[in-house]
């Protein structure tokens, strides 16, 4: 039953993101990475990390969507980009795409390479989550903290300016 579980949410999460990926309504996408977000937290659960399940529902799918939701409604999307804007962000998405597929690529490597290494560190529970993020990954949660903040201020900076408006 577990595994049927793992592949009806991996389909579905899998699913959402490209149905995300080729619809061009805003909106939808939310709602879709909403449903990605949910099934992927359903994934942490099935693999015995319910503290990580649960806070990625309710943080993600719930919070960061709130912040999805609210920049689609500020930001008029329906003006498109100039010409001259349209080259280069397509050379940009491609060179973002080129990078994502070597990520990928390492990290289905690094996942092979976890299962034939029977020393894998628990981190289903706060604790041990705790434990994790404050000594062995104390930088990146630093530098995610500190990026969390810059989104803010940007988000302020964005409401100002759409006030003077």
Not at 71 to 93: A, D
Not at 102 to 111: D, M
Not at 131 to 153: C, D, G, M, N
């Amino acid at each position: 039953m577990g595994h049927f579980l793992f592949f009806l949410l991996a389909i579905i999460c899998v699913g959402s993101v490209l149905g995300m990926i080729i619809s061009k309504n805003q909106a939808y996408n939310a709602l879709l990475l909403v449903l990605a977000f949910a099934s992927l937290g359903g994934l942490f659960g099935l693999l015995d990390a319910p503290f990580i399940a649960t806070v990625q529902i309710i943080i993600y799918a719930g919070a960061i969507m709130v912040l999805f939701i609210f920049v689609i409604m500020m930001i008029n999307l329906r003006l498109g980009l100039p010409p001259e804007k349209k080259k280069w962000t397509l050379y940009f998405s491609l060179g973002v795409a080129v990078v994502l597929i070597v990520e990928l690529i390492l990290s289905v490597k690094g996942a092979f390479s976890l299962f034939e290494n029977s020393s894998m560190e628990k981190i289903g529970g706060p604790t041990d989550l705790g434990r994790l993020l404050f000594t062995k990954y104390l930088y990146p949660f630093e530098i995610t903290s500190i990026l969390i903040i810059a989104a803010l201020v940007g988000a302020i900076v964005l409401v100002k300016k759409k006030e003077k408006e």
